[in-house]
């Protein structure tokens, strides 16, 4: 993020983290799809919440920012990952076969592996500066950011989630999950920062979707599932990704962009 007084330019790199390292190795085109993808969300939503963009011109920037940066308003942020949830899985799914709930949120005994929730639940976590950002229940949200916030937080939220996730299904796309920011701007709730795109949501193939095991997913799981797989403890130095699994991770990014967009990057 590059501040130019009331405003920010935010650019999204190639890069790509994986259990709180960030790789040595990008991702081809991740970047603009991130961008791109926000901006297509942004407009779709805007009648739920006014959100920060201002201009995706780059007029006058170097070359290489076209297309993966934004000019946004200055927002003043609020302390939370506002977190909702339409299906089992993730931490929310290791959260339920440990206590049979979310975030306190009790749910129906005898749920699977990526089973759809009754109705989407708010998940909300904190903001970590180092770390995993940490799951926090309803009540504590309302103890760092006031009763308030917190309900109108979660309400929009939901929203936001159950009006994508409507459309996103007509393209053959679940989304299980998402992590949304809102800060304000004027006192006004406003939706910042990257919206629905794979690195802050689960992206599932609905003629895939087959509950009770991990889903085909369009987001870095497929990293992360490749980190596993050569057995990294989790330390740093964070290892390369090999070719072909960069670009797998690219193809999977821009396939979730060309589906929902409904247009090639």
């Not at 936001?160 to 304000?184: M, W």
């Not at 490749?226 to 330390?235: A, C, G, P, T």
Request: proline share 6%.
């Amino acid at each position: 993020m590059y501040a130019d007084g009331d405003r920010l330019l935010i650019v999204a790199t190639d890069r790509i983290s994986a259990f709180d390292y960030i790789l040595p190795t990008g991702i081809p085109d991740k970047g603009r799809v991130l961008t791109q993808m926000t901006l297509f969300w942004l407009d779709y939503l805007k009648d739920i919440v006014p959100n920060h963009f201002l201009s995706g011109d780059t007029t006058g920037l170097p070359p290489e920012l076209a297309g993966r940066s934004m000019w946004v308003k200055r927002c003043e942020m609020f302390p939370i990952e506002c977190v909702v949830r339409g299906y089992l899985s993730g931490s929310g799914w290791k959260d339920y076969q440990n206590t049979g709930a979310v975030c306190g949120i009790r749910l129906p005994e005898g749920m699977r592996d990526s089973d759809e929730l009754p109705e989407p639940i708010f998940t909300p976590a904190t903001k970590a500066t180092s770390g995993h950002d940490e799951n926090i229940s309803f009540e504590e949200t309302i103890k760092l950011v006031g009763a308030s916030a917190a309900a109108q937080l979660r309400d929009l939220t939901i929203a936001v989630y159950r009006k994508a996730a409507a459309y996103a299904r007509t393209k053959g796309i679940i989304i299980a999950d998402t992590k949304l920011e809102f800060g304000t701007v004027n006192g006004v709730i406003t939706l910042a920062d990257e919206v629905l795109t794979p690195d802050s949501s689960r992206f599932w193939r609905v003629d895939q979707y087959e509950p009770g095991r991990p889903q085909f997913s369009f987001d870095k799981q497929y990293v992360r599932d490749y980190l596993e797989s050569i057995r990294w403890n989790k330390q740093p130095p964070a290892p390369a990704l090999p070719e072909d699994v960069a670009a797998k991770t690219s193809e999977k990014y821009r396939e979730a962009y060309r589906l929902l967009a409904g247009r090639e990057l």
